[in-house]
Nanobody, 128 residues
Framework: QVQLVESGGGLVQPGGSLRLSCAGS????????ITWFRQVPGKEREGLSC????????RYKNSMKARFTIARDNAKNTVYLQMNNLKPEDTAVYYC?????????????????????WGQGTQVTVSS
């Protein structure tokens, strides 16, 4: 059974940085995509970035490319999301997710319903 656990959230001032971690277990291969989403109350989950574990290919929501970077450490089964120049509007619960059907970040990587496994989320609050 695949399990994902996020960590690294917290309170940060505007302009600051955070690195989120998504530790995975139960993978039977490297052919999984790992995607970071975020959600604020009353809104749908928003796909931010995806990385394919087997080859490191990445995808980003266009508006996030300049400030967010996704990376993986397969030896640790961990995917990171480095977030820089954080803004109050980045305040949200951040989730990582993966899927057992698609081996990489496909064209519909931003669609939450395409993912089977989710972590519990980590809160990020950007405020002075």
């Amino acid at each position: 059974q695949v399990q994902l656990v996020e960590s690294g959230g917290g309170l940060v001032q505007p302009g600051g940085s955070l690195r989120l971690s998504c530790a995975g277990s139960g993978f039977d291969s490297d052919y999984y995509p790992i995607t970071w989403f975020r959600q604020v109350p009353g809104k749908e989950r928003e796909g931010l970035s995806c990385i394919s574990l087997h080859d490191g290919n990445t995808r980003y929501k266009n508006s996030m490319k300049a400030r967010f970077t996704i990376a993986r450490d397969n030896a640790k089964n961990t995917v990171y999301l480095q977030m820089n120049n954080l803004k109050p509007e980045d305040t949200a619960v951040y989730y990582c997710a993966t899927d057992s059907v698609w081996p990489n970040c496909g064209e519909n990587w931003e669609t939450p319903k395409n993912y089977d496994y989710w972590g519990q989320g980590t809160q990020v609050t950007v405020s002075s």
